[in-house]
């Protein structure tokens, strides 16, 4: 797309001219000659600065130009004109600008701009009249290659074409803009605004709109921004389903409110996913108004900084919300007095997280959102999606905070116990209640079973673990238990035992040691189990001292096990993990190790031999050495997908 010579912007040679004026400033302003400091000030504004503002707009306008940024290089071209109306410069650039892009006919009107706005006598007036005559010989002799070619040849050369190209060729003509939005219709389902030179998407609206589904706004660039929603409220984005609208973008938003609200309204036939981040203490929109806006969008994400007035709003004033399924909200605080009006309007949502709430939040959610399938509660983990289908009656999929601030049982509880028949994932930090309040649990919720159980991860601590034992007793569905903080291991493992075999286990933190007896004989019957190939397959055994040589090594009798982690096992000895390697090494698929001193080089000697190994983590092993690990890699035994390798000692070579 580079230009011939002419096309080449002048040299800076004014910065000489500016040195030498500059001394004589300094000169006259020390000796106090005002006269001359006038004379010298005049001269260098008239004569030297203004060429030096039209030599770096020129600068700037080719480089956009060779870029193909033609949007950016005609702005700066219209401002060499606007500065400098009765100098060539501008009208030249313009018009070799439209000739690198093979508009001839753009260019010669540029070129007859410049000849009536430039003075006849103009010492290069000469170059605007050579440059208007070669233009109307190129425009003569011009071959349009997409007139040529056939549609099959140039619709592969368009789909090649980066999108600032295409954006260009589209700007072109007619014929061409019709050919390359033929072939070029994938390249728009999904745009991200990002930065300035961004711009030409937003220009390209009018053609390659309709195109668009997917859009993120993620730019600080004020006008960038509003050019969007303008094109959204102008209707150029019919077809738009998913905006995405970033932190970075919300900044001083409180003059674009009647765009945005205006944009959101145009959308709202096709808009079905909005996620928008108010990362801001003052918040010019609330959840009101989205859900005013958006009354057909199934699935909505907000999060902002302050819920004082983003989560405020009469909602009396809403109509029903039938369509919202999936509302997502993050806040600073998010009390009853909130949500509660949300959930009123909205009752068909089936997939509801929240992170920042107050545990009264519950409350609302327990008597108001009666659809709800999934549930998040502050939980900064992952938080499993919506299968979209026909809906299932109940609560499914509980998750609180994994770890840290409990969550009060008594404003949990009923939430588990009026859907203990649909539940079927459930993750939950509970406080622990006082000795009067278990037997009145116990008495309140006496019928409390969890048959439908099939994963659950709880921190089980004094007077929580025996309300979950009775809950699960008897529960013929559980695949998948993970216990963070058990109070006593022994009765929970006998308890665990009764019930069919699991295919996950996980423990972590458990510093006692009295359910290690329990545990053998439960591995032992899975591994009778496993003859069938029905028992556990994935074990998560993490700062776990109920894990010793004798437990792995009635672990290591499971024929089922593929996928062990293994971490911070302090009473795990060399011979026995080498024993356990030695026995697994054709079973397990994947390994993770970590924080263990008593694994060493040898033991990773020992799963060179493996037939089924695919991925190994290794992480903070004292005693593993570069070397150990190199064995591991290049041993022609078998071959490793994936190894990970954090924290292990490296030789000084």
């Known amino acids: 797309m580079g230009g011939d010579s002419e096309a080449m912007p002048n040299g800076l040679s004014t910065f000489e001219s500016l040195r030498d004026v500059v001394k004589q400033l300094k000169y006259a302003v020390k000796k106090r000659d005002y006269d001359l400091t006038i004379r010298h000030t005049t001269t260098a504004i008239d004569q030297i600065l203004e060429p030096l503002i039209l030599s770096y707009l020129d600068i700037r306008a080719y480089t956009h130009a060779t870029q193909g940024k033609i949007q950016l290089a005609l702005k700066d ?128 609206a009018p053609f390659v709109g309709r195109f668009v589904e997917n859009l993120v706004i993620n730019t600080a660039n004020k006008g960038l921004r509003d050019a969007c929603f303008r094109a959204i409220k102008n209707g150029h984005l019919s077809e738009i389903r998913k905006l995405k609208i970033t932190a970075v973008s919300c900044d001083n938003l409180r003059h674009s409110i009647a765009t945005i609200s205006n944009a959101l309204w145009q959308a709202r036939n096709t808009l079905k996913f909005l996620d928008i981040d108010l990362d801001m203490h003052a918040n010019p929109i609330t959840l009101s108004d989205i859900l005013l806006s958006c009354n057909t969008t199934t699935d909505i994400f907000f999060s902002c900084k302050s819920s004082k007035t983003a989560l405020s709003g009469d909602y009396t004033e809403l109509e029903m919300h039938h369509s919202l399924t999936n509302l997502q909200l993050t806040a600073d605080t998010i009390k009853r007095k909130h949500i509660e009006g949300v959930l009123q309007r909205c009752q068909q949502l089936r997939r509801l997280v929240m992170c920042g709430c107050d545990p009264t939040v519950l409350e609302s959610v327990n008597k108001y959102a009666t659809n709800l399938e999934i549930l998040g509660y502050n939980c900064t983990g992952l938080v499993p999606e919506l299968a979209y289908g026909d809906p299932q009656p109940g609560l499914r999929v509980l998750y609180t905070n994994d770890g840290g601030t409990k969550v009060p049982i008594e404003n949990l509880f009923p939430l588990i116990y009026r859907n203990m028949g649909t539940l079927e994932d459930l993750q939950a930090v509970l406080s622990s209640p006082t000795e009067l309040e278990l037997q009145q649990f116990f008495a309140n919720y006496r019928d409390l079973k969890l048959e439908n159980m099939k994963r659950l991860v709880v921190w089980p601590q004094i007077r929580v673990q025996p309300l979950i034992m009775r809950a699960i007793r008897g529960v013929l569905t559980l695949k998948h238990l993970h216990v963070v903080e058990p109070f006593q291991t022994d009765p929970l493992f006998k308890a665990v035992m009764r019930l069919p075999p699991l295919t996950t286990l996980g423990i972590t933190h458990a510093r006692t040691k009295t359910g290690r007896s329990s545990l053998i004989q439960m591995f032992r019957t899975y591994a009778q189990f496993s003859a069938t190939g029905n028992s556990l397959r994935s074990v998560q055994f993490r700062y776990c001292d109920e894990i010793d040589d004798s437990v792995l090594a009635a672990l290591a009798g499971i024929k089922t096990l593929d996928d062990v982690t293994l971490c911070s096992l302090d009473d795990v000895t060399t011979a026995g993990i080498n024993s356990f390697l030695e026995k697994t090494r054709d079973l397990l698929k994947n390994l993770a190790l970590a924080e263990m001193s008593s694994i060493t080089d040898p033991s990773l000697i020992i799963l060179t031999g493996s037939t089924s190994l695919t991925t190994v983590e290794l992480d903070s092993l004292p005693n593993v050495t570069d070397q150990g690990i190199c064995d591991l890699i290049e041993s022609q035994d078998f071959s490793l997908a994936v190894v990970k390798v954090d924290g292990c000692v490296l030789t000084p070579n």
């Open 77 to 204: 071209v219209e401002r060499m004109i606007e500065h400098a109306p009765g100098e060539p410069d501008g009208y030249l650039r313009k018009a070799e600008i439209f000739s690198m892009y093979g508009r001839q006919t753009c260019a010669i009107e540029a070129y007859d701009d410049g000849l009536s706005n430039v003075a006849a006598d103009h010492k290069r007036v000469r170059k605007l009249d050579d440059g208007r005559a070669k233009a109307v010989a190129d425009r003569n002799k011009t071959v349009d290659f997409f007139a040529l070619l056939p549609s099959e040849i140039t619709s592969n050369i368009t789909s090649r074409l980066p999108q600032a190209t295409i954006t260009a060729c589209l700007m072109t003509s007619k014929p061409w803009r019709l050919q390359v939005l033929r072939s070029t219709a994938d390249v728009w389902r999904s745009v991200s605004i990002n930065e300035e030179h961004d711009s030409h998407l937003i220009s390209t």
